[in-house]
């Protein structure tokens, strides 16, 4: 089974920029999450998919954070603009919407971004 | 501001020893606590979940929780210097957004 897969790997962009990121959870897994770490911190919760609807978007910094969940495969997040704050790495999980492994969520390898 | 604490460590124990990691958490009403260990530059791996008073074991990890003292713990018994890494515990009130502390690094030496 495939895990969770996100790209890119690594982005550095301007300020003032924009950035997409992906993420491909894991096949059958209806609940998809969005973390983030910014170095010397720890992961913080940005928001939580439901298949394609939005369940929590409670940690999410500003609007300048857009996340997508077309057809309730993957998902994007955009950043637009850009800011320097926004540096760190963002991690992607998924897990089964109920019973067995609902609590289990299990992480992509993350895509750090740098914004210079 | 609900808060997981951990100590950053580093924790370092010697091989075959039994290595000890201590969370706290301040959220009354967090139901369920994680542990994940963390290799450098790599994702969090879940290693164990636990929800009830008490402990859990599963190999040579046992999870321990006291609500009542708000404490998690977790116990690697016969450490072995691939145990080496962050230690990440998590709490949640919802059921899925975690809350995590920062992490303890542990060293396991030779």
């Known amino acids: 089974e495939a895990g969770v897969t996100q790209f890119p790997s690594h982005s550095v962009i301007e300020k003032g920029q924009t950035v997409t990121l992906r993420c491909d959870p894991i096949s059958g897994h209806d609940n998809l999450y969005w973390y983030r770490r910014v170095m010397g911190k720890e992961i913080k919760f940005l928001l939580h998919f439901v298949k394609e609807s939005k369940q929590d978007e409670s940690g999410m910094p500003n609007n300048r954070f857009l996340a997508e969940r077309t057809g309730g495969t993957y998902s994007t997040l955009k950043v637009q603009p850009a800011e320097l704050e926004d540096s760190g790495v963002y991690f992607c999980?998924?897990?089964?919407?109920?019973?067995?492994?609902?609590?289990?969520?299990?992480f992509g390898p993350g895509t750090r971004l740098t914004v210079t | 501001q609900k808060e997981v604490e951990q100590n950053s460590g580093p924790l370092s124990v010697p091989e075959g020893a039994i290595a000890s990691l201590n969370c706290t958490y301040s959220?009354?009403?967090?139901?369920?606590f994680f542990w994940y260990r963390q290799y450098s530059g790599k994702s969090p791996e879940l290693i164990m979940f636990?929800?009830?008073?008490g402990d859990k074991e599963d190999g040579r990890f046992t999870a321990q929780l006291n609500k009542a003292s708000q404490y998690v713990s977790l116990l690697i018994r016969d450490s072995q210097p691939s145990d080496s890494a962050t230690y990440l515990c998590a709490d949640t009130n919802s059921g899925y957004a975690l809350n995590f502390g920062k992490g303890t690094s542990l060293l396991v030496t030779p």
């Open positions: 636990i929800y009830s008073n």
């Open positions: 999980a998924s897990s089964h919407q109920n019973g067995p492994g609902t609590y289990e969520q299990y």
């Open positions: 959220d009354r009403g967090s139901q369920s």
